[in-house]
């Protein structure tokens, strides 16, 4: 049967001509964002980069917020305001972030940020409406979008949100890889094997005791994290362009906090003071602070790793990590340790965009700190990254590590670092004796001090028994309490 259905037309819809203060502009018929916006495009073609999904959702949030605050106190026209809030939830939902085309390198403050955020969303509200995008006679970008508003505290405001939102979920993440490390922990606590430092022979450890000390390390990152997230909660909105709340209604501030705190269920609070919280954004540069200082100890965790694994045969080789891929293009059989290595280059990139914060975060002058652009992309970021990649270490770098036991053994047993339990039976003096010897004749300490007659045949077997050296007497005590 021959199909009767007519072909389907692409519908091109013409430019309209949209004015601003500078003049007029063509701006594609089919978009929601407007001449603001348009601009912002042409005069920032920097990164490519678009604002962070959690960034648009918080605006978005905020943007809903404030016209439910303002039709509250009378304000907002309630056929406005409702058409707004429809727009904003749809944006919050993942609709029309395509819309959202300024790139993260942009004029200060944000304000092309915001502009965006306004043209959208009354242009999704002059739809609903029943009206065509452009007519911003029934929904005005500033008069209505922006009510009681600047972006000087919507813009922090919503990085505040989005920053704890984002966070929340990296602290589930690091919850998910301190689990992992304790359950390797215990996996691996009675694996005996020599302790290094320096790079050097040190007094038997437990591959246990390793993996577990990376777990605290871990453990205490998620909690310097959640102190610092702590500064994120007090917001400045409704201090308006310096602080002073100029156009907004008295109850604005009381009334668009309680909104936010209803729809993020947030413990949000008003900042003490409306015009520091314009001026600072220390907060920022605390949390990212955090940030950086779990990326450093996940540098070291993710080194170690690198280091057990070294080998197979030519390296320490005391533990196997997963392989995940082929590691080279030209060695075959070649299985390198890539999700340490990929760890290590999101947490170098969380260290430059640390800087970077820190940097923008002093750059601020007199009621405004016009950087927070930057520091918007950067923190986000980070955050980003670092939750996704402690994922990937738990599930594909860490979970399916197997310990070589017999060759951790070995080294312990041939490892200098043992001659330290000697010093309480010999004397430190000539326990280093017996160290040179065993390192200038590559003998094993135990056959030294067994052909000397230092300590008879059962105390060497007692006092030099790796295991014991490694589960005491601090873990012993640990035990007992």
């Not at 920022?284 to 045969?313: C, M, Q, T, W, Y």
């Amino acid at each position: 049967m021959k199909d009767t259905k007519a072909p389907s037309v692409a519908i091109t819809i013409g430019p309209r001509i949209e004015r601003d203060s500078l003049g007029e502009k063509e701006v594609p018929g089919e978009a929601y964002y407007g001449i603001q916006s348009l601009r912002a495009m042409e005069n920032f073609p920097i990164s490519g980069l678009k604002p962070h999904p959690g960034f648009i959702w918080a605006t978005a949030l905020v943007k809903r917020a404030a016209a439910e605050a303002n039709m509250s106190v009378g304000l907002l026209n309630a056929k406005i305001g409702a058409a707004i809030v429809k727009a904003a939830q749809e944006v919050m939902e993942g609709q029309w972030r395509d819309q959202f085309v300024v790139d993260v390198f942009q004029a200060g403050a944000g304000t092309s940020h915001n502009m965006n955020a306004n043209e959208v969303l009354a242009n999704r509200a002059i739809e609903i409406l029943g009206g065509k995008k452009g007519d911003y006679r029934l929904v005005h970008p500033n008069d209505h979008g922006n009510m009681a508003q600047s972006t000087n505290d919507v813009f922090p405001t919503a990085l505040r949100i989005a920053g704890l939102s984002l966070l929340e979920r990296l602290l589930v993440s690091l919850g998910k890889l301190e689990q992992t490390l304790v359950t390797k922990g215990l996996e691996f606590k009675d694996v005996i094997k020599s302790g290094r430092t320096h790079l050097q022979d040190a007094v038997p450890v437990s591959l246990g005791q390793e993996f577990q000390a990376y777990s605290v390390s871990v453990r205490k990152g998620a909690s310097r994290i959640q102190e610092a997230a702590q500064g994120l909660l007090s917001l400045g909105i409704g201090a308006t362009a310096a602080g002073t709340g100029l156009n907004a209604h008295p109850l604005y501030r009381t009334r668009v906090l309680e909104r936010l705190r209803a729809l993020t269920g947030l413990e949000l609070v008003a900042a003490s003071d409306p015009m520091e919280a314009t001026q600072s954004m220390a907060d920022f540069a605390h949390v990212s602070s955090a940030l950086k200082s779990l990326a450093l100890e996940l540098i070291r965790i993710a080194n170690d790793l690198r280091l057990l694994s070294s080998g197979p045969r030519t390296g320490l080789a005391e533990i196997d990590l997963p392989a995940v891929q082929p590691g080279s293009s030209m060695m075959p059989g070649k299985v390198n340790p890539v999700m340490a290595e990929v760890t290590d280059m999101v947490c170098f990139q969380v260290i430059g965009n640390d800087l970077a914060i820190a940097m923008a975060v002093q750059a601020g002058q007199l009621e405004l700190n016009v950087m927070m652009p930057v520091i918007a992309h950067n923190l986000l970021q980070s955050i980003e990254i670092l939750k996704n990649v402690v994922v990937v270490l738990a599930d594909r770098g860490i979970r399916g590590i197997t310990a070589n036991v017999e060759h951790c053994r070995e080294l312990a047993e041939k490892s200098l670092g043992i001659a330290t339990a000697l010093t309480p039976y010999i004397g430190y003096e000539r326990a280093a004796e017996v160290a040179r010897e065993a390192r200038d004749t590559g003998r094993t300490v135990r056959e030294i001090v067994l052909e000397s007659g230092l300590l008879s045949g059962n105390d060497l077997e007692r006092v030099l028994d790796p295991a014991r050296m490694a589960l005491s007497p601090l873990n012993e005590e640990a035990k007992s309490g």
